[in-house]
Structure formats: structure tokens, C-alpha cells
């Protein structure tokens, strides 16, 4: 079946360094892939959704690029921010008629000072 | 903008008894509405997805006796969980989209359900 994994559970680094937040899918269809943030106590927002044109989606100095090849779309970030420490997940979403959304089990990203 | 608001965000019920929820989309057509769990320590469990003139989906372990959902209209959708106990704890999230071809999801600020 369709599934998202993150590999990932905890990723701690300090601030100012580079961010990389592995995802990886499987999917029987051409799926739209997603990054949602979960801050503490709130509900989860969209950071990135991929394209279906090969642009590289950014939002807040975060980027995902869609490789179909290795069926990934990782997160990054050149520089982390305090602010940046958060819950992510990866999503998909099918083509297909089923409008469906699955989550991975998301990163926890702790930036240090 | 889009945005869904969720409603009660916390509620604290007796084991056995049941819990109703309700979502409601603002500035968008809430074609499809999903309805998620997240359980202490876990991921987004799908419970059902619901689209407007068709059935309601299911999940595996997951049943309508138990999560029954409504989904009138474009702009609102309710789920209640019935006979609740402790494995239904957690935080439910009301997904809600206007597919296309995106498959976004605007979430809503979440119900926790608490069972003692």
C-alpha cells in the first residue's frame, strides 16, 4: 500500500547549522507530497507542498525537492532556528480519486543554542 | 484565507460515555474532510475520509459504530466517539480539503479527548 517513512525520530542540532530531514514514500500512483510543522499545542500546518512541474518548493527558508528516482522528498534548511524546533511530518497525498492523506510518523527537530 | 476551526478543543469523559466533535470550514469548499488521531507518542492515524455525495471511508480498525461522522454540507462535518475508553485517547484532528488537484488538507486546532 501507499506509505511515508521517516526515518528520523529525534534530530538534535545547534543553531546556525544545516538542516536535513529525511523522507522517503511508496506509492502506486504519481502522488503529491507534503511537510507539515506541529509546534507544541497547536495543530499541524503545511510548510511545503511539491509541484508537479519540478520546481522546488520554499517556505520560511525551508526547501523539499521531489525525486521520483528514489522516491524522496526530504526537507532542508541551510541555516536552523531556534524557532525551527518542532514536530514534521511528511505526507502524501494520492492522484487518484481517493483523496487521501497519509503521514509518515514525523521528526522531532530540537535546535540548540 | 482558509481556515477550520474544531470544536470542543478539550474534552474529559467518563470511560463508556461518548464524545461528539465538530468541524467547520471557513473560506473554502470542504469537498473532502478527513478525520485523523493522534495518539500519545504516534503518528496520524486516518480514521475515516469523508467526500460530499459519497460514501464515508473507513479505515482498517476503525468503524462507523464507533466513529460515526457526518458530513452534510461543504462547510461542516462532526464525528462523535462512542463508548470511549482509554485506547481512545489521544488528539483528533479534522482534516479538511478542496481537492482538486492538490490533496491539500487544512487542519484544525485538534479535540484532545481525555478518558478516565
Known amino acids: 500500500g501507499d506509505s511515508v517513512t521517516q526515518t528520523e525520530g529525534l534530530v538534535t542540532l545547534t543553531e546556525g547549522l544545516p538542516v536535513m530531514l529525511n523522507c522517503t514514500y511508496q506509492s502506486t500512483y504519481s502522488p503529491f507530497l507534503f511537510w507539515y510543522v506541529q509546534h507544541l499545542n497547536e495543530a499541524p500546518k503545511l510548510l511545503l507542498k511539491s509541484f508537479t512541474d519540478n520546481k522546488r518548493p520554499e517556505h520560511q527558508g525551508f526547501h523539499a525537492t521531489l525525486h521520483k528516482s528514489s522516491s524522496s522528498f526530504h526537507l532542508q534548511k541551510s541555516s536552523a532556528q531556534l524557532s525551527d524546533s518542532a514536530l514534521y511530518y511528511c505526507?502524501?497525498?494520492?492522484?487518484?480519486?481517493?483523496?487521501?492523506?497519509?503521514f509518515g510518523t514525523g521528526t522531532r527537530l530540537q535546535v540548540l543554542p | 484565507g482558509a481556515l477550520v476551526y474544531q470544536y470542543p478543543r478539550r474534552t474529559i469523559c467518563k470511560s463508556g460515555t461518548s464524545m461528539r466533535m465538530e468541524c467547520q470550514a471557513v473560506g473554502f469548499q470542504a469537498t473532502s474532510v478527513a478525520w485523523y488521531r493522534q495518539s500519545p507518542q504516534k503518528t496520524f492515524e486516518l480514521i475515516a475520509l469523508s467526500t460530499v455525495n459519497s460514501a464515508i471511508k473507513y479505515e482498517q480498525n476503525f468503524t462507523q459504530e464507533k466513529f460515526p461522522i457526518s458530513h452534510p454540507n461543504l462547510s461542516f462535518s462532526s464525528m462523535t466517539v462512542l463508548n470511549a475508553y482509554l485506547e481512545d485517547r489521544g488528539l483528533y484532528l479534522c482534516?479538511?480539503?478542496?481537492?482538486?488537484?492538490?490533496?491539500?488538507?487544512?487542519f484544525g486546532e485538534g479535540s484532545k479527548l481525555t478518558v478516565l
Open positions: 505526507a502524501l497525498s494520492l492522484s487518484s480519486n481517493t483523496n487521501k492523506v497519509v
Open positions: 482534516g479538511a480539503g478542496d481537492w482538486g488537484n492538490t490533496g491539500q488538507l487544512y
